[in-house]
């Protein structure tokens, strides 16, 4: 009988090792270039070529790398529109890991084959994250774990941004900040509970506690003002915009300060917000921006569509800066001149791939995880999918409380439209006290 036990032990634990070898071993390189010929990514006879294999193991987290020839005529984009299909092939449920330590905690009893056939058949689903990136050469890093799904909002995070930064998120290997003095305009996408408010409010968070007293702000929520509206009695919060009407007045005061500003400038002799030494900086955030194209009055639409496209025109240059979010981004409801004018995009997950374009210009957001908030691709000279932090309403309200004001009623003095409108954008105006 012991003969027997340790015998069956023995086969077991042989067959155990090597299908663990079997199934632990770094092929990933093969699965990538079979996944590469079956997505057509080859150019006649030339196929992706694998060129050398690196193994990291001084970060955390360890990851091996893989670097290929890619065929002429092919470029990152082809593979990174891929991303899916690689991250899934990668994946299988046929290669699933088996914990070598489990091996070690065997008890040596009457149980020992059931245990080992336990182990064999509840082997742990592969979790492999994957980066694809170009220098030259495609680069594959293949890591055994993905990024964390828990990553919050706190002091400690707070005080790795200063000046205009605001944080992004972590990668699989760093923390990612904006700068908004170098990238001066910045797109959000993303589908609605997947984390585009969140994140804003993360953004409008850090510049009051960072910046409270160069820090302005139009907020203009096209979907009644919710998400903004703990912010509104902030100094550095000049108005809370919650409907198309009060948009539109928010917009065309901006607009008005903006010239005046630019007069000022040429008066002076100042080519920048910088050369003048102005502290202050105006921020636009505009959440929901896909319902402009729903503004009953055709007038008002394209009134609004101009002058946020002058924003992002002229504005960065004058110290404005504009942050254009929106749940449903497709080419008609998208201003041109604010996708032209942006050089930065932090894209959520969407419904489609002709949604990920207009963002983007390429495919893959709408192959993010399903149902996991705050992954993203943030894209500025490159892409990276990051995981962005969730700030609680409690951590908010802890930062801005030191800065609410009761704001006294005054006067103010509003645009209001004259019924002569010219073609090309023109605009004329008169201002009546309200």
Not at 45 to 66: A, C, G, Q, S, W
Not at 194 to 223: A, E
Request: proline letters at 3%.
């Amino acid at each position: 009988m012991l003969f027997e036990l340790f015998s069956t032990a023995s086969m077991l634990g042989v067959w155990g090792a090597s299908h663990y070898y079997k199934t632990n071993s770094n092929d990933e390189s093969v699965k990538i270039l079979k996944i590469a010929d079956n997505c057509g990514l080859y150019k006649g006879d030339e196929k992706l070529r694998l060129y050398r294999r690196n193994t990291n193991k001084k970060n955390n987290p360890n990851y091996v790398e893989y670097v290929f020839k890619i065929p002429l005529g092919l470029e990152l984009h082809d593979f990174q529109d891929k991303y899916g299909k690689f991250k899934d092939g990668l994946n299988n449920r046929s290669a699933r890991r088996i914990e070598l330590k489990q091996f070690k905690e065997l008890k040596f009893n009457r149980t020992l084959p059931k245990q080992i056939r336990s182990i064999l058949e509840n082997r742990v689903q592969l979790s492999k994250e994957i980066e694809i990136e170009y220098d030259g050469m495609l680069i594959f890093r293949i890591y055994e774990e993905g990024l964390s799904k828990d990553f919050s909002y706190d002091d400690d995070l707070l005080k790795k941004v200063s000046g205009w930064e605001v944080p992004i998120g972590i990668t699989l290997r760093e923390f990612v900040k904006h700068d908004f003095e170098k990238l001066q305009m910045l797109v959000v996408a993303g589908m609605t509970r997947y984390g585009k408010t969140v994140f804003l409010k993360n953004l409008v968070t850090t510049l009051i506690s960072n910046q409270p007293d160069n820090v302005k702000l139009t907020l203009i929520d096209l979907k009644g003002g919710l998400a903004f509206s703990r912010y509104a009695k902030c100094k550095q919060v000049n108005t809370v915009a919650k409907n198309a009407e009060e948009a539109l007045l928010a917009l065309e005061a901006i607009h008005l300060e903006m010239e005046a500003r630019q007069a000022l400038f040429l008066s002076k002799g100042w080519e920048d917000i910088g050369e003048a030494g102005w502290k202050e900086r105006h921020f636009i955030v505009v959440d929901e921006g896909a319902e402009i194209a729903g503004f009953e009055d055709k007038a008002d639409r394209d009134r609004a569509t101009f002058l946020l496209g002058e924003i992002a025109r002229i504005g960065a240059g004058l110290g404005y800066r504009q942050i254009f979010a929106t749940q449903y981004p497709v080419a008609d409801v998208f201003p041109r001149q604010v996708k032209a004018n942006t050089s930065a995009a932090l894209c959520f997950k969407l419904k489609n791939s002709t949604q990920s374009m207009v963002v983007l210009d390429r495919k893959g957001a709408e192959g993010l995880p399903v149902g996991l908030p705050g992954r993203a691709i943030y894209q500025t000279d490159c892409d990276r999918i990051v995981q962005t932090p969730y700030i609680k309403n409690s951590f908010i309200d802890t930062k801005i409380t030191p800065h609410i004001t009761i704001k006294a009623r005054s006067e103010r003095i509003a645009p209001q439209r004259s019924d002569e409108k010219a073609a090309g954008g023109t605009y004329f105006t008169k201002f009546e006290e309200v």
